[in-house]
């Protein structure tokens, strides 16, 4: 198995049309038809191929190639998609290949997203579902009529099986390569009949990923890779404050560097066009530009969050308002409120932002880790000048995103076609390439944000109200995003605070939104990468306030919400919650939440050193993600998720100093390294209900998880991100 | 402006700045793209190459500085621990995203050849300076445990 994701220059647009003409399916794959075998040399495309679909495309040679509407950033997509599929088809999986799908909002929308196509939200596979295994047994009753149609035998009497169709009373066998050019003259059937779960061969098993080879081996294909004929690459200096503009530059210095092309100006910064990167970098730290930051965010974030404290005691937006917590507060036997402050965050993906754009007068041409794909088009199209249909987008893989890639700005992709454009739209391919401190200190952050929550317990220790406010930017107000926001709620800033599942009569969450020039965005696990861990340290705080158990605590009051409470009792059990405590130093913390409709619940246990030093060392985590396609990326993502929320309660911080990002590279924007991840052990709920998302849910709970091991372990509560700046209070 | 070095096996011979990281050699020179840029300044460890055997940042290293010497990339990967680790790589199914993971594999490598059964330890010491923001650290800990016992066998 191998991705079909590949360079241009290995075989060209007529050569695949060539090899692939000769039946009317074809015309479908036009669109992919930069694509040519992968680096993986899969030999020349099939001679005839039959493509019943926008999803499936079956070679002469037996090969299935599944087109992913969905990008591979890492979370595994490409592979549950071609598991769903492969499974209604009986495809053999060794045969079984993925290409990405071109951009077109039509035939690959994403159905949780509505028209648009693009990747997030951990949807990939939940909305995918029927629609792959609808395309998958459509195949294979075509494949099947066409079996019948040439053994003059029911459809009904064949069985089909890794690949291969056979009609055992007649003894006759035929390959999926075999039928193809008969399927491609049938008619595509109305209706198919999906398979009972308790055949599947596939779902539920652990194929093996369809990238992991190349990514072993040096030649998996990421956007830094391609080169075309006469690429040229750019960086782009952008403006020090966020919001500044260009004033003036003086390129004298810069355009005397070897390599260098030309340099030129675009609204977002001053770009330096060479033959190479490290020509295009030194010329870059050659130019000099003067800034007008008349505009520009001058505040540094110790100022802001003091306003957003300010803002919590001011009215504000409900996001909900369940009875009435005020009145419900005044009653209460015992009254406990906490603050909590967020910085903001940069996802910091392994592949600096990168794009490379071909732009001529009629089309424009994109090659990029994309996951946006519609409002890419869109962005690009209206810089280029062109219609949203004349822009090409050739999907690579991702190395990581983790949100960063999915925005409402595309911003790293309307920069590279700006700067096309100032090259002259003349076709050169220019290659825009990130360096580590561009995307440290190029904003989108995770917003900051702070929540201040007040409740009160009655005489018996039970949560009768619960008053949260949260002060923050909005991730969607100002962008086309926008309808998603309703009566000036942005749901990306509560969701995991307004949608608490905790059975408390008095609920109230309000919502302060804040304005900066700081451009944010979401950032994996989004709203709950913040309040998670509000709610549930506050929950941890209140267990204690009322003697309580916390696991009991919770567990009390998730009556209503069986699919959390499983998921608790399950992490709980595999940690032995209730078994003898830690030594001296040592805690265990456990917290719980839903995102995406999957339900994680963890149980961290840590160690704290007389210095205060904290070291995870173990994380026990249970999740119900409905049917479990593939087992084994769903335990790479709940280990991927934690270690990355452990990152940032640990370690991870943007700030600002009179606007100024303080930070530039991995030395002072600290993430987690290997000696610093915990063990973890994932636990699967066996569950027959639709798949839901993993790639961002695991993240929640890991970051209150371990701020309760830690007050388990020290008696002291940690209210500020990141634990190790912070300090315990 | 001309260096002359071993790249995986060949005699090589790359015209550039004297100064050019030896990442940017080898990926826009030599054309062999499995290297990785990360940070360029030697902290995530994505650009990982072996210079004479020892693993080191290709993005801090300059071309000039490789004179004679010789350098391996992923591409270039060719011991029996290599291939236990590439091997084991799979069999663990340690990428995500995969874009650190070349540099991984080379630490990794390193650390085998000259350390055929790596404790726990000497794993966090030698692996510790490749950063992955997928977070497959365990499993590059297993992989590396598998491929120590496969490369001995």
């Known amino acids: 198995m191998s991705i079909a994701i590949f360079d241009k220059s290995k075989t060209s647009r007529r050569d695949f049309l060539k090899a692939s003409t000769g039946l009317s399916a074809i015309a479908l794959t036009i669109g992919f038809s930069w694509t040519g075998p992968s680096r993986r040399a899969l030999g020349a495309p099939a001679e005839a191929s039959f493509m019943p679909n926008a999803f499936v495309r079956i070679g002469s040679d037996n090969s299935v190639t599944v087109i992913s509407k969905h990008v591979e950033l890492g979370q595994g997509a490409y592979t549950g998609i071609a598991t769903v599929l492969a499974e209604e088809l009986d495809a053999d999986w060794a045969q079984v290949r993925v290409e990405s799908a071109p951009a077109d909002a039509k035939r690959y929308n994403n159905l949780a997203f509505g028209t648009m196509q693009g990747t997030g939200g951990s949807s990939a596979m939940s909305n995918s579902w029927v629609q792959l295994r609808e395309a998958g047994a459509k195949a294979r009753a075509m494949l099947c009529a066409a079996a019948a149609h040439e053994w003059h035998v029911p459809a009904s009497e064949i069985s089909v099986e890794k690949g291969v169709l056979t009609h055992a009373a007649s003894n006759r066998r035929a390959s999926f390569g075999a039928l193809v050019k008969t399927a491609a003259t049938l008619p595509m059937p109305e209706k198919v009949e999906l398979k009972d779960p308790k055949s599947f061969k596939l779902i539920g098993t652990r194929p093996p990923r369809v990238d992991v080879p190349s990514k072993c081996d040096g030649t998996a294909l990421f956007t830094i890779d391609v080169v075309q004929p006469g690429m040229l690459v750019a960086l782009l200096m952008r403006p020090p404050r966020f919001g500044g503009q260009v004033k003036s530059f003086d390129d004298s210095a810069a355009a005397k560097v070897p390599g260098v092309v030309k340099v030129v100006q675009v609204s977002r910064g001053v770009a330096v066009i060479a033959k190479t990167f490290w020509s295009a970098k030194v010329g870059r730290d050659a130019l000099k530009v003067e800034w007008d930051e008349s505009k520009a965010e001058m505040r540094g974030s110790a100022q802001m969050m003091a306003q957003y404290r300010e803002l919590a005691g001011k009215p504000a937006a409900s996001a909900r308002n369940d009875g009435n917590a005020a009145e419900a507060l005044t009653k209460a036997a015992r009254r406990v409120a906490a603050e909590y402050e967020f910085p903001y965050l940069a996802h910091a993906p392994m592949e600096p932002m990168d794009a490379v754009v071909k732009l001529t007068a009629e089309s424009c041409d994109i090659w990029t880790g994309d996951q946006f794909q519609t409002i890419d088009q869109m962005n690009a199209a209206q810089v280029a000048g062109l219609k949203p249909p004349q822009v090409n987008i050739h999907t690579l893989l991702a190395g990581g995103s983790f949100g960063r890639r999915a925005n409402a700005y595309s911003d790293f992709i309307v920069e590279a076609v700006s700067i096309a454009k100032a090259h002259g739209a003349d076709g050169t391919p220019i290659k825009l390439q990130w360096t580590r401190e561009d995307d440290i200190r190029g904003g989108l952050y995770r917003p900051m944000y702070f929540h201040k929550i007040e409740a009160g317990l009655d005489a018996n220790g039970k949560l009768t109200a619960w008053r949260q406010v949260i002060v923050g930017q909005s991730i969607l107000a100002g962008t086309p995003l926008a309808a998603m926001m309703k009566n000036g709620i942005d749901p990306t800033s509560v969701e995991g605070a307004a949608t608490l599942s905790y059975d408390i009569p008095n609920i109230s969450v309000d919502l302060a939104t804040t304005e900066s020039k700081v451009p944010v965005l979401w950032w994996r696990v989004v709203g709950s990468s913040h309040t998670t861990f509000a709610v549930e340290s506050f929950i941890d705080e209140m267990a204690h306030a009322a003697g309580k158990d916390p696991y009991a605590f919770r567990r009390d009051m998730l009556a209503h919400s069986p699919r959390m409470k499983a998921v608790l009792d399950l992490a709980a059990e595999k940690a032995g919650w209730n078994s003898a405590p830690l030594q001296k130093g040592r805690g265990r913390g456990i917290a719980v939440t839903e995102a995406f409709n999957s339900y994680v619940a963890q149980v961290a246990e840590v160690t704290v050193d007389e210095k205060g030093e904290i070291r995870v060392d173990r994380v026990v985590c249970a999740v119900d993600c409905g049917t479990a396609i593939n087992p084994d990326i769903i335990k790479a993502q709940m280990e991927g998720g934690i270690g990355f929320g452990a990152s940032a309660a640990l370690y991870g911080a943007i700030s600002l100093k009179d606007g100024h990002v303080e930070q530039s590279n991995f030395n002072d924007y600290r993430v987690l390294r290997m000696n610093e991840m915990p063990k973890v052990e994932v636990y699967i709920v066996p569950s027959s209900e639709p798949p839901t998302g993993v790639g961002e849910p695991g993240v929640a709970p890991v970051g209150p998880a371990i701020a309760n091991a830690v007050f388990a372990a020290t008696g002291k509560r940690h209210y500020q991100f990141p634990f190790a700046k912070g300090g315990a209070a | ?153």
């Open chain 2, 1 to 153: 402006m001309s260096t002359t070095f071993t790249l995986n096996g060949q005699a090589t011979t790359l015209e550039g700045d004297d100064a050019m990281p030896l990442l940017w050699a080898i990926r826009e020179l030599a054309g062999l793209h499995g290297t990785k840029f990360g940070c360029g300044m030697a902290l995530c460890g994505a650009c990982t190459v072996h210079l004479d055997g020892q693993a080191v940042r290709s993005c801090v290293t300059p071309l000039a500085s490789v004179a004679g010497r010789a350098v391996t990339t992923i591409e270039g990967l060719s011991s029996k621990q290599a291939k236990a680790v590439q091997a084991a790589w799979i069999d663990v199914q340690v990428p995500q995203c995969g874009y650190c993971q070349s540099g991984q594999i080379m630490s990794a490598t390193a650390l085998l050849e000259k350390n055929p059964a790596p404790t726990d330890a000497d794993i966090d010491g030698a692996m510790s300076g490749n950063i992955c923001r997928c977070a497959t650290y365990n499993r590059i800990r297993a992989a590396i445990h598998t491929a120590a016992t496969a490369a001995k066998a």
